[in-house]
């Protein structure tokens, strides 16, 4: 099925065709001069248009040109009763997709009409898979300019054609698994598959059996042998994000994979080799860790050949608006929003905040930008409470309806300001009026006396 525009001054034919067309349940409309054709292709959207190349009222080939202008996906079929070899090519040099002299055998139009939606179809699959993978990769790219960012870039780069195991560090949400990806994908197993697990989000009883397999039988409920994350990752690369956070029992049997290239799937006696490239990841201190007894030495020097550190946001605030503008053009992309960047004060805030959440944070933020504002300039209004100073929190929250000829109670709205910004703490601190009055920076005394005058109680 499809929405076809019907383009020719001669009725008799358009009957015809349009009978034809709607039986094989395509939608039709039919124009018989130009400028009803332009009226119908600027109000509506077409998969294809049959288009007569002499019109009483126009050129075929100038519509031809209009019709690109406004819809370049739109496929075309020219139909002409004059023949001129010239014409033909003129009308395919412009963008037409096919032609047809008449008069034409009517299967071979819907011939022509089926091969060109299914050529069609293939262009637009084509462009999806396209936008996915770009898709893909701006969100696997390490976007800076930070000196340290650079030399990360260029670390990478240097173990392009490189086995050795790295362990990459940094705080949650810095990037680490787009750096690993950024390694697998330069790397000579690129073509191979790079498996990631995060080791801290799978529990300890499960987690052997994850990376290494299990035969069937090997426990309850392991009704059929499975592969493990390593042996899927043969060839390839094997990501195993938060090592800081597997258990003693499991290191010792990762240390034995990266000492021997073997492991034995649970249940099992049989080794099985393995070739995989390792490269871990963990927010927490390992040096800290094996101080404390947590963390392995010899594992902790097995992993940490090549060591990559990233910084936290806050280390390279040169790069927060460098981001942010990535993101916006990802999400612009993904979401059809129109986001415009930042002004001056909305600015100034993504600086002077701390992005605790880091690179992961400023991404959701911009998802959410994207997703609810739409369109249009990025202001402190649309930030969250949490990046704004006193002053900008007081003005997001608290702003006057007014017009300027008109006069307000002062003493009032202070007094109002007042009652909801005591009230907000003490709902913050389910009405704990020590927590409460530690927050507003007041004595327990005061607070306690400004409740009782304000005649503030918690909801019932």
């Known amino acids: 099925m499809a929405y076809i525009l019907l383009v020719d001054d001669e009725e008799e034919l358009r009957t015809t065709l349009q009978e034809l067309l709607e039986h094989s349940r395509h939608h039709v409309t039919s124009c018989g001069t130009a400028v009803r054709a332009k009226e119908a292709v600027h109000n509506g959207k077409f998969d294809i248009s049959l288009l007569d190349i002499r019109l009483p009222d126009g050129d075929g080939l100038e519509l031809l040109r209009e019709f690109r202008s406004v819809d370049p996906d739109m496929g075309v079929i020219m139909m002409t009763g004059y023949a001129e070899v010239d014409t ?61 960012i650079v030399k990360i870039r260029n670390m990478v780069s240097l173990l392009s054609d490189s086995d050795s195991t790295v362990l990459i560090t940094g705080e949650s949400g810095t990037g680490k698994e787009v750096v690993a990806r950024m390694l697998h994908n330069a790397g000579n197993r690129a073509k191979k598959p790079m498996v990631s697990m995060n080791c801290g989000a799978i529990p300890e009883e499960l987690l052997e059996s994850e990376l290494f397999g299990h035969v069937k039988g090997a426990f309850t409920g392991a009704i059929k042998a499975r592969p493990g994350r390593f042996e899927v990752a043969n060839g390839g690369t094997i990501f195993l994000d938060e090592i800081g956070d597997m258990s003693p029992n499991l290191q010792v049997k990762l240390l034995r994979v990266l000492q021997e290239r073997k492991f ?14 390792i490269i871990a990841a963990t927010h927490r201190e390992l040096e800290e860790e094996i101080r404390h007894n947590r963390f392995r030495e010899d594992l902790y020097y097995r992993l940490n050949i090549i060591p990559i550190e990233i910084p936290s946001l806050r280390q390279r605030e ?3 608006l460098l981001i942010a503008e990535h993101f916006i053009n990802y999400f612009n992309a993904q979401k059809q929003a129109g986001i415009e960047g930042f002004n001056d004060a909305a600015r100034q805030i993504m ?90 920076t007041l004595n327990r005394t005061t607070l306690v006396e400004k409740i009782k005058k304000k005649g503030l109680n918690p909801p019932v």
Request: hydrophobic fraction near 40%.
């Open 318 to 320: 040169d790069d927060v």
């Open 351 to 440: 600086l002077d905040y701390r992005w605790p959440g880091n690179v992961r944070e400023l991404q959701n933020l911009m998802e959410r930008i994207a997703t609810l504002k739409r369109n249009g300039v990025i202001e402190p209004a649309d930030l969250p409470s949490r990046m704004l100073g006193g002053a900008e929190r007081i003005q997001q929250g608290f702003r006057l309806d007014v017009d300027d000829e008109e006069q307000v109670d002062f003493n009032a709205m202070v007094d109002e300001f007042e009652n909801h910004l005591i009230v907000s703490a003490l709902e913050r601190f389910d009405w704990n009026k020590n927590k409460a009055a530690g927050f507003l």
């Open 264 to 277: 034995e799937p649970v249940g099992s006696t049989q080794s099985m080799d393995v070739d995989v490239r």
């Open 88 to 148: 033909a090519v003129d009308a395919i040099r412009l963008g037409a997709d096919d032609f047809l002299k008449k008069p034409f055998d009517l299967d071979e139009l819907l011939v022509r009409i089926d091969e060109l939606l299914k050529k069609r179809e293939m262009k637009n699959s084509n462009k999806e898979l396209t936008r996915q993978v770009q898709a893909n990769q701006a969100k696997h790219t390490l976007i800076g300019q930070s000196p340290a």
